[in-house]
Nanobody, 122 residues
Framework: QVQLVESGGGLVQAGGSLRLSCAAS????????VAWSRQAPGKEREFVGA????????YYTDSVKGRFTISRDNAKNMVYLQMNSLKPEDTAVYYC???????????????WGQGTQVTVSS
C-alpha cells in the first residue's frame, strides 16, 4: 500500500507556471505507476496524464500535451507535475494516484492523495 500527499498548488496568472509535487510513502514506490487527475468545480474528475514505474514512459491527455510534464524521482519517492502556459480552464483540484500498472485511465489507479488546488486567473 502507498500513501500520497500532493503539494505546490496555488494561485497563478494565465501564462504562468506551477510545479506540483506528489510525495509517496513506502519502500516499494518504484513498483507503482503514477497518474495525475484533476477536478474542476461542477465537473467530473479528468485524467491528466501518467508516468510509468521507472519514468521511461509518459502519457498526457490532449488538452495538456506540450504544456504539462510529469517526472519522478524514485530515490526520493516523489512525482512531479510541471505545468506551463497555464490557462484559466486548468483551474481545478489536482490529484496524484498510484497503481500497479501503467494505464491511460484513472479508474485503474488504486491509491489517491487528497488533492491540491490550482487556480489560474485571467
Amino acid at each position: 500500500q502507498v500513501q500520497l500527499v500532493e503539494s505546490g498548488g496555488g494561485l497563478v496568472q494565465a501564462g504562468g507556471s506551477l510545479r506540483l509535487s506528489c510525495a509517496a510513502s513506502g519502500r516499494t514506490f518504484s513498483t507503482y505507476a503514477v497518474a495525475w487527475s484533476r477536478q474542476a468545480p461542477g465537473k467530473e474528475r479528468e485524467f491528466v496524464g501518467a508516468i510509468s514505474r521507472r519514468g521511461v514512459s509518459t502519457y498526457y491527455t490532449d488538452s495538456v500535451k506540450g504544456r504539462f510534464t510529469i517526472s519522478r524521482d524514485n530515490a526520493k519517492n516523489m512525482v512531479y507535475l510541471q505545468m506551463n502556459s497555464l490557462k484559466p480552464e486548468d483551474t481545478a483540484v489536482y490529484y496524484c494516484a498510484a497503481g500497479s500498472g501503467y494505464y491511460y485511465t484513472q479508474e485503474r489507479y488504486d491509491y489517491w492523495g487528497q488533492g491540491t488546488q490550482v487556480t489560474v486567473s485571467s
